[in-house]
């Protein structure tokens, strides 16, 4: 095809002004080639106008005006075509200021350059012009050829260029890239004291771009506003770079301080290391490996055959590459990439890169010879040992079934046993799993290890609650792989089971082990069953606890410490309730309970009971007959507080009731208050009773115990007494005669038995009739002399007095009767 071209100049004296102030020169049209629409030329305009830079004074000598800027551009136009174009700046007269002369070709929409060359190759062509031509209609031009004639000198050049701006290659080129991507906006702005130098970062660009996105690159290698170019690379000198601060424009100062961070873009580095190792033909080489575009496995992949050391980005980014195309390289270049990649004294490899290792010996083992993939092997192994990478993934064992395995075991097999021998081992889940698969991939003798590793690695793998744990899938593949550590690790947890029941079963709930082989595991099997055992029987914990005893295989007589696995999966840190303990105690024998430690349950639930609750004394004489040696001190004497409780009640207790329960209280401290409150309300109910032994009602009311006497009034005010009050004379004169009869038995006394006859006695006979009442005086005569009957019939009649005078009064007539 042919081009056709455009030439436009600053105007002359007959065609526009010039001010001498600063500013774009005034410009017009001196020559423009027919086929070109004025729609182009409209937009032309503004694209070649030229303003040279600030501080230009005229007149210039010939050097100076060589010296100043030329603008290369390329740039879009609204109908979708290009205009490619080159300004320099000229003297119009021999006396006159500054001028330019811009010549342009027109490339219409969806064509390209003859021969598929890229604009920035075309700027350096011999064919742009200066001057206008001597006609207005020049003739299209038939291609616009390089420049010739020192291809090689260019091309070092061009290395010499990339090599001085090294620290700056890999940010301008991954911001390139982005600007590559689809929808991406903004600019990069390059700034450098000559044009030149950004027509050399345009051609360092395209030749790393993928052609076809290198020629839909716009740039202009010169422009006095960045901000308003429309080109996607602008060029400027550092005075006009002073204030480029938009957020869509990323500015290199490129003869300025070098930049301090690193690039994360591994494309963009790996490119970089090419052009500064002076190799631009491996881009070439590069593009006919399969991958996306600006994809950094193709470059990698090439450096590194190459010889060129990479960075562990780079690194990582070929061994993924290959690892996905393990076809696209013949053996050689195979070869070449795992040496590199195994390199001895490469900088320090990440995880990331160790990874992508592992997947890359995955896809090449079998299909490679062993001789290549050697070296991966032993780079990942000798990872897991001294770098501690436990998420890494290993070879498989036949990888080192050969002399190179055994030397690379010669090498790590001490290390492997000494670590494993220390204390610390085991505490890290990840990594003595991994020692323990390495050992085994390198045939590592640690049997005599083992027992000590389980023991320490079965506590740790309770550790944590996260689901799915990091070390999962390894720590089952090691049990799969090896036989005598999972039936040692699966021992280790039965055993630890019946004291950590809890985490034994979250750990199984978020590791699936297998334990479906011969070993019995009863505790482990627990454990697994606990959550059905939890689902079907819903609040029933006796229920739930039954049906884990049958999940264990095992019977709790033949086997202790089940009942211990059991009672911390349902009741876990909580006590069982009173009524749950005595189902427990029945289920098993003291002497199982015992050797399981659960005994301690059943107190715990006898010692947490509440005063009202009527089974715990019996429990307590269960527990203090059973566990005799276990119940001792503060716990033996509230369970006895619990017994005596039950003896008052049944009759069976002996003399000094309130000094019995004084002594058990001291002996219990700090006493529960249901404890308490059992054998005290028993005492007070006795008392209240109408058969009660008088030596120990006396002993309580002179006792000045508050916990005795507190209970004797909760008693008292209970329906059952008030309905007794009302319903037996005998009863209601008895109670009037105890609550009156003591006025020096002490403050505590004599407070609770005033508000007794007021608060309790005195609104029951305001409600009995006429007659009853008469019945209660007669009792109360009956019972003493007849100044006590007077006295109740002064009470009757009389309001609210203190006890104190009322038994003043009592006690007097009572002495002269």
């Given at each position: 095809m042919s081009l056709a071209q455009l030439h436009y100049t600053s105007a002359t004296d007959g065609d526009g002004t010039d001010s001498g102030e600063e500013g774009p020169i005034p410009g017009r049209f001196s020559a423009v080639d027919a086929?070109?629409?004025?729609?182009?030329?409209?937009?032309?305009?503004?694209?070649?106008?030229?303003?040279?830079?600030?501080?230009?004074?005229?007149?210039?000598?010939?050097?100076?005006?060589?010296?100043?800027?030329?603008?290369?551009?390329?740039?879009?136009?609204?109908d979708?075509?290009?205009?490619?174009?080159?300004?320099?700046?000229?003297?119009?007269?021999?006396?006159?200021?500054?001028?330019?002369?811009?010549?342009?070709?027109?490339?219409?929409?969806?064509?390209?350059?003859?021969?598929?060359?890229?604009?920035?190759?075309?700027?350096?062509?011999?064919?742009?012009?200066a001057t206008t031509p001597g006609r207005p209609l020049p003739d299209p031009l038939a291609a616009l050829p390089g420049a010739t004639g020192h291809h090689a000198r260019e091309r070092e050049g061009l290395n010499d260029f990339a090599v001085a701006r090294g620290p700056w290659l890999a940010g301008v080129l991954a911001d390139l890239r982005r600007l590559c991507e689809p929808g991406a906006s903004g600019r990069v702005v390059l700034v450098e004291p000559q044009s030149a130098d950004v027509a050399r970062w345009i051609a360092l660009a395209c030749v790393a771009l993928p052609d076809e996105l290198a020629g839909r690159l716009t740039f202009t290698t010169y422009t006095r506003h960045p901000l308003r170019a429309p080109q996607r690379i602008v060029g400027v000198l550092p005075q006009d770079a002073a204030e480029l601060t938009d957020p869509d424009v990323r500015v290199h100062r490129c003869a300025g301080a070098r930049p301090e961070?690193?690039?994360?873009?591994?494309?963009?580095?790996?490119?970089?290391?090419?052009?500064?190792?002076?190799?631009?033909?491996?881009?070439?080489?590069?593009?006919?490996?399969?991958?996306?575009?600006?994809?950094?496995?193709?470059?990698?992949?090439?450096?590194?055959?190459?010889?060129?050391?990479l960075g562990t980005g780079g690194r990582a980014a070929a061994a993924e590459w290959a690892a996905e195309r393990p076809y696209a390289l013949d053996a050689k270049r195979t070869r070449q990439l795992v040496d590199a990649l195994t390199a001895p004294g490469v900088?320090?490899?990440?995880?990331?890169?160790?990874?992508?290792?592992?997947?890359?010996?995955?896809?090449?083992?079998?299909?490679?010879?062993?001789?290549?993939?050697?070296?991966?092997?032993?780079?990942?192994?000798?990872?897991?040992?001294?770098?501690?990478?436990?998420?890494?993934?290993?070879?498989?064992?036949?990888?080192?079934?050969?002399?190179?395995?055994?030397?690379?075991?010669?090498?790590?097999?001490?290390?492997?046993?000494?670590?494993?021998?220390?204390?610390?081992?085991?505490?890290?889940?990840?990594?003595?799993?991994?020692?323990?698969?390495?050992?085994?991939?390198?045939?590592?003798?640690?049997?005599?290890?083992?027992?000590?590793?389980?023991?320490?690695?079965?506590?740790?793998?309770?550790?944590?609650?996260?689901?799915?744990?990091?070390?999962?899938?390894?720590?089952?593949?090691?049990?799969?792989?090896?036989?005598?550590?999972?039936?040692?690790?699966?021992?280790?947890?039965?055993?630890?089971?019946?004291d950590s029941p809890g985490g034994v079963e979250r750990l199984l709930l978020r590791v699936p082990l297998p334990f479906t082989g011969t070993q019995s595991l009863p505790h482990l099997r627990m454990c697994a069953g606990a959550p059905e055992a939890r689902a079907d029987c819903g609040d029933d914990r006796v229920a739930r606890m039954q049906r884990i005893l049958r999940a264990a295989g095992v019977s709790p007589f033949a086997e202790p410490l089940v009942l211990r696995t059991a009672v911390g999966l349902v009741w876990e840190e909580s006590a069982p309730t009173v009524a749950e303990a005595r189902l427990l105690l029945e289920a098993a024998t003291s002497d199982a309970h015992r050797a399981a430690g659960t005994w301690s349950h059943l107190v715990a639930a006898a010692l947490a009971a509440g005063a009202g609750d009527g089974e715990a004394p019996e429990l307590a004489h269960d527990l203090l007959r059973g566990f005799p040696r276990e119940t001792g001190g503060r716990v033996r004497a509230a369970l006895q507080l619990l017994e005596f409780a039950r003896e008052?009640?049944?009759?069976?207790?002996?003399?000094?009731?309130?000094?019995?329960?004084?002594?058990?209280?001291?002996?219990?401290?700090?006493?529960?208050?249901?404890?308490?409150?059992?054998?005290?309300?028993?005492?007070?109910?006795?008392?209240?009773?109408?058969?009660?032994?008088?030596?120990?009602?006396?002993?309580?009311?002179?006792?000045?115990?508050?916990?005795?006497?507190?209970?004797?009034?909760?008693?008292?005010?209970?329906?059952?007494?008030?309905?007794?009050?009302?319903?037996?004379?005998?009863?209601?004169?008895?109670?009037?005669?105890?609550?009156?009869?003591?006025?020096?038995?002490?403050?505590?006394?004599?407070?609770?038995?005033?508000?007794?006859?007021?608060?309790?006695?005195?609104?029951?006979?305001?409600?009995?009739?006429?007659?009853?009442?008469?019945?209660?005086?007669?009792?109360?005569?009956?019972?003493?002399?007849?100044?006590?009957?007077?006295?109740?019939?002064?009470?009757?009649?009389?309001?609210?007095r203190t006890l104190g005078r009322l038994g003043r009064r009592i006690a007097g007539r009572v002495r002269r009767a």
């Open positions: 086929a070109i629409p004025g729609s182009v030329l409209t937009e032309a305009g503004p694209l070649l106008a030229y303003e040279p830079p600030p501080g230009t004074e005229p007149p210039l000598t010939d050097a100076a005006l060589r010296a100043l800027p030329e603008a290369l551009s390329f740039s879009v136009l609204a979708g075509g290009h205009l490619l174009a080159r300004t320099v700046a000229t003297r119009p007269a021999p006396s006159a200021s500054v001028g330019f002369h811009a010549h342009a070709v027109h490339l219409p929409p969806g064509s390209r350059l003859p021969g598929g060359a890229l604009p920035i190759t075309a700027c350096r062509t011999a064919r742009w012009a961070a690193a690039v994360a873009d591994a494309w963009a580095e790996t490119a970089a290391r090419i052009w500064r190792n002076r190799t631009p033909e491996l881009f070439r080489e590069a593009a006919e490996l399969p991958g996306e575009p600006f994809a950094a496995g193709p470059v990698a992949v090439t450096a590194l055959c190459a010889g060129i050391a900088d320090e490899r990440s995880g990331p890169e160790f990874d992508a290792a592992g997947r890359l010996f995955a896809a090449l083992d079998g299909r490679s010879p062993a001789t290549t993939t050697a070296p991966l092997a032993a780079m990942l192994v000798t990872e897991a040992v001294r770098g501690g990478n436990g998420s890494l993934e290993l070879p498989g064992r036949t990888a080192f079934s050969g002399p190179e395995g055994a030397a690379v075991a010669g090498v790590l097999g001490p290390e492997i046993l000494t670590e494993l021998a220390s204390a610390g081992v085991g505490l890290d889940v990840a990594r003595t799993v991994q020692l323990l698969r390495v050992a085994r991939l390198l045939g590592v003798d640690c049997a005599e290890l083992l027992p000590s590793v389980v023991d320490r690695l079965a506590p740790a793998l309770l550790e944590g609650d996260e689901e799915g744990p990091g070390w999962a899938p390894a720590l089952l593949e090691l049990m799969d792989e090896q036989f005598d550590v999972r039936t040692a690790l699966l021992g280790a947890l039965d055993r630890i089971a019946p008052v009640r049944s009759g069976a207790a002996q003399p000094e009731w309130a000094e019995r329960v004084r002594a058990l209280r001291a002996e219990a401290e700090p006493v529960e208050p249901g404890v308490l409150g059992q054998a005290c309300d028993a005492v007070a109910a006795r008392l209240l009773a109408p058969e009660r032994p008088e030596a120990e009602l006396y002993a309580l009311v002179h006792s000045g115990d508050t916990d005795l006497i507190n209970a004797y009034d909760r008693g008292a005010r209970g329906d059952s007494v008030r309905a007794r009050l009302a319903a037996d004379a005998a009863y209601a004169a008895d109670c009037f005669t105890v609550w009156t009869a003591h006025p020096h038995a002490g403050p505590a006394w004599s407070s609770a038995a005033a508000a007794l006859l007021e608060e309790v006695l005195r609104p029951v006979v305001r409600g009995l009739p006429a007659d009853r009442v008469a019945a209660v005086e007669e009792a109360v005569g009956r019972s003493g002399s007849s100044g006590r009957a007077d006295a109740f019939r002064d009470w009757n009649r009389r309001e609210r």
